[in-house]
């Protein structure tokens, strides 16, 4: 039975190579739905939620300010919310939860920062991910960071991990003046993939690692491949778009891309 159901996956893949057989069995071996011939040079991060643990802040303190309305935030629309920028991401919150005309999204934001301000510098960082920004540094394949987050909630998201963030080629924020769109607009990956040295980077050489739906569209709307890394409560209908999914950074293989392996920097 297990043999019939792998040759029949073989044969989808043989018959529709842009298929993406991202079920159960895929999160359990993520390489079977890989592209057959990447060939990966760069690699860029996402932040929120994928390198630091930051989103359960977000979600906390929007459960306090809906509670006030006799309403609840639900994983539903956290994942319209995740990876935007933080204005596109407060008018999906005023309008989806009906309280736009009670509360504005100007004035949600103000309100959610005074919240934030106390909770961004406790930031912890997601299993695995020291352990992959250092190899692929040691291993000399460039990387950069393209996160929403403005420069203010960097700087405090990052202020005890900036040893590890300085790793990283460059840093492309939401506020940057040439990302005029947020995700799933690809305009803060293609930023990110011309300040490499050298660059443009050609997209299809890139690897985009995401946790937000939002992300991977913006990483396959700019030519680009991607590993989703979702929290584990997001609906799996979201998974769809990535190239491969993966439950933590931990998980991830890089010889599966043809980056250097992990033993090659230990040794």
Known sequence: MVLKLA????????????????SSATMANPTSSLPSKASITHVIFDMDGLLLDTEKFYTEVQEIILARYNKTFD?????????????????VFVEETGISELLSAEDFLTEREDMLQSLFPTSELMPGASRLIRHLHASGIPICLATGSHRRHF???????????????????GDDPEVKQGKPSPDIFLAAAK?????????????VFEDAPAGISAAKNAGMLAV??????????FHG??????NSLLDFNPSDWGLPPFEMAAS
């Open 228 to 237: 989703m890394v979702p929290d584990p409560r997001l609906d799996s209908s």
């Open 241 to 246: 778009a990535a190239d491969q999914v993966l």
């Open 7 to 22: 040759l029949s996956s073989i044969l989808v893949l043989r018959q529709n190579p842009n298929c993406h057989l991202l």
């Open 75 to 91: 994983w539903s629309l956290k994942a319209k919310m995740m990876g935007k920028k933080a204005i596109e991401a407060a008018h």
């Open 195 to 207: 300040r490499f040295e050298g660059g443009p980077v050609d997209p299809k050489n890139i690897l």
């Open 155 to 173: 700087e405090l998201k990052t202020q005890r991990h900036r040893e590890l963030f300085s790793l990283m080629h460059h840093v492309v924020l």
